[in-house]
Nanobody
Framework: QVQLVESGGGLVQAGGSLRLSCAAS????????MGWFRQAPGKEREFVAV????????YYADSVNGRFTISRDNAKNTVSLQMNSLKPEDTAVYYC??????????????????WGQGTQVTVSS
């Protein structure tokens, strides 16, 4: 089992940047694919980005591709999401999640086994 704690959210103006971090407990962090999801008020949770166990594979939602970068440090049990050129529509609660499946990475929230509590990101226009 792994516990996830996000940090780094806040209020930023459009065009600005934020870096979210997710700290994981446990010794098996490197065995999980790690994803970031977000949920805006009144909307369903949506995929943002995912990184494979080794860090060698990453995928992004079309809406953030080219602006966000996911990375991980298996030695420190952390996964990060660098968010640049933020837009008001990026406003949401951001969650990190861990997927323990053996096979490839997934964009589906239903495939993830463990979730953090979320961190609020608000982008003002």
């Amino acid at each position: 089992q792994v516990q996830l704690v996000e940090s780094g959210g806040g209020l930023v103006q459009a065009g600005g940047s934020l870096r979210l971090s997710c700290a994981a407990s446990g010794r098996t962090f490197s065995s999980y694919h790690m994803g970031w999801f977000r949920q805006a008020p009144g909307k369903e949770r949506e995929f943002v980005a995912v990184i494979s166990r080794s860090g060698g594979t990453t995928y992004y939602a079309d809406s953030v591709n080219g602006r966000f970068t996911i990375s991980r440090d298996n030695a420190k049990n952390t996964v990060s999401l660098q968010m640049n050129s933020l837009k008001p529509e990026d406003t949401a609660v951001y969650y990190c999640a861990a997927d323990r499946r053996i096979i490839g990475v997934s964009r589906a929230s239903s495939e993830y086994d463990y979730w953090g509590q979320g961190t609020q990101v608000t982008v003002s226009s």
